[in-house]
Structures are given as structure tokens and as C-alpha cells.
């Protein structure tokens, strides 16, 4: 089976910075997702990490380290459209997605 | 038509009614997924197809069946509703490439009363 963990919620400030965890355990690994989810909206895709390392979309940017089942999104110069649910999911061996349960961020004026 | 649409939009059932959930996707996607989304527990895969005459079932397959005769269309049914599947209900497609996200449709609120 799969294991996802992130925070349930976070708040922050407009024009800050904010930083989503993700561990996960997973029987097999082929990539790792982070969607954003807007209340009562489908998820939208924000980044993929199949690789070590920082990718980088303006100023969304993700990080995977595949040997401590771990990823990161940071979030920076929020803004408040930013308030949503940020959605963890990977890709295990059978090629499926399996979600976190999402962490909500509320951003404050 | 552009990406995925879903039908209807919400419904409210009765138990032990029939319904089925429709989803169609115009991107001509090999890949196509059913997820139910409950608060706390995130989405959660139902069934899904690889490709048109393909189905698969997911982490949460009981009390669902879906068909998938062309590339465009996957239906969800619950043959005999329950309670415990009042959810909002999510398809999703993509090119089925390793590398390839997934779209999603924009839902369907069900509840079973």
C-alpha cells in the first residue's frame, strides 16, 4: 500500500513564503505530483519531480530526494488566490496515483 | 467541448437507486480514472482504464462498475447506492506517458439519502 503524509493546514501572510512537506512509502516509485485544489474546484496540475532535485515555475517550485521519500512545494510571494488545497501524489510501481489528503493553506492580507 | 466535462453536475439519490456518473474527455487521452473525494481522506482511485476496452480496479472498487467502449467516454454506476458513497466525484484522464499528469473534470456532488 501507499503511504502520503502533509500538514492538514497552514497560514501565512501575503508576500511570504510557505513551504509544503510530503513524505511518503510507497511500493515503487515513478514520480511525484503537487496539484492545487481551489474549494470547490478540481485539482489543477502545478509540478512533476521524477529526479533528485529543485524544479523551478516561477514562483511555484517543487523538490524531490527519492532516498528519504520526500518532497517539498514552496510557495513564494503569495498571494491571496494562492489560498487553496495543495494535493501530494505519487506515482508508485503500478504507475497509479495514489493523493495525500492535502494540506490547506490560507493566505492572510 | 474542451478537456473533460462530467454530468450531472450534482444529484441527490435515494438508496438502493441506480445512477450513473458520466465523463467525457475530447483529448483523445488513453488514460481515464474515477476518484471519490471525502473530507480527510483526499481522492481516492475507484477504477480506471489504460485504454479503450480496459478497465481496472482501484483502491476503492466496491459498489462501482465502469465501461469503457471508446477513447472519449468512461461511465462510473452504482448499481445499488448506499449512504456511505455520498461524495464529490472526480474523472480524470491523461496520455498515459510516464511523465504525463492527469486532468480532471470539474466533479460531481452525489449524495444518498
Known amino acids: 500500500g501507499q503511504n502520503i503524509d502533509q500538514p492538514t493546514e497552514m497560514t501565512a501572510t501575503e508576500g511570504a513564503i510557505v513551504q509544503i512537506n510530503c513524505t511518503y512509502q510507497?511500493?515503487?516509485?515513478?514520480?511525484l505530483f503537487w496539484y492545487q485544489q481551489h474549494a470547490g474546484e478540481a485539482p489543477t496540475f502545478l509540478s512533476y519531480?521524477?529526479?533528485?532535485g529543485l524544479e523551478e515555475k516561477g514562483r511555484f517550485s517543487s523538490f524531490l530526494s527519492r532516498s528519504k521519500g520526500y518532497s517539498y512545494l514552496l510557495l513564494k510571494e503569495l498571494q491571496m488566490k494562492d489560498s487553496a488545497s495543495y494535493l501530494c501524489?505519487?506515482?508508485?510501481?503500478?504507475?497509479?496515483?495514489?493523493f495525500g489528503a492535502g494540506t490547506t493553506v490560507t493566505v492572510r492580507a | 467541448i474542451a478537456g473533460i466535462t462530467q454530468a450531472p453536475t450534482s444529484q441527490i439519490l435515494a438508496a438502493g437507486r441506480r445512477m450513473t456518473l458520466r465523463c467525457t474527455q475530447d483529448?483523445?487521452?488513453?488514460?481515464m480514472y474515477w476518484y471519490r473525494q471525502d473530507l480527510g481522506l483526499g481522492l481516492r482511485l475507484i477504477h480506471y482504464?489504460?485504454?479503450?476496452?480496459?478497465?481496472g480496479k482501484g483502491e476503492v472498487p466496491d459498489g462501482y462498475s465502469v465501461s469503457r467502449a471508446n477513447t472519449d467516454d468512461f461511465p462510473l454506476t452504482l448499481a445499488s447506492a448506499v449512504p456511505s458513497q455520498t461524495s464529490v466525484y472526480f474523472c480524470?484522464?491523461?496520455?498515459?506517458?510516464?511523465?504525463?499528469?492527469?486532468?480532471f473534470g470539474p466533479g460531481t456532488r452525489l449524495t444518498v439519502l
Open positions: 480524470a484522464s491523461s496520455s498515459g506517458t510516464s511523465s504525463s499528469e492527469q486532468f
Open positions: 510507497t511500493s515503487g516509485f515513478n514520480g
Open positions: 519531480n521524477v529526479l533528485d
Open positions: 501524489a505519487v506515482r508508485g510501481g503500478d504507475y497509479k496515483l495514489s
Open positions: 483529448m483523445r487521452h488513453n488514460a
Open positions: 482504464s489504460n485504454t479503450a476496452g480496459t478497465t
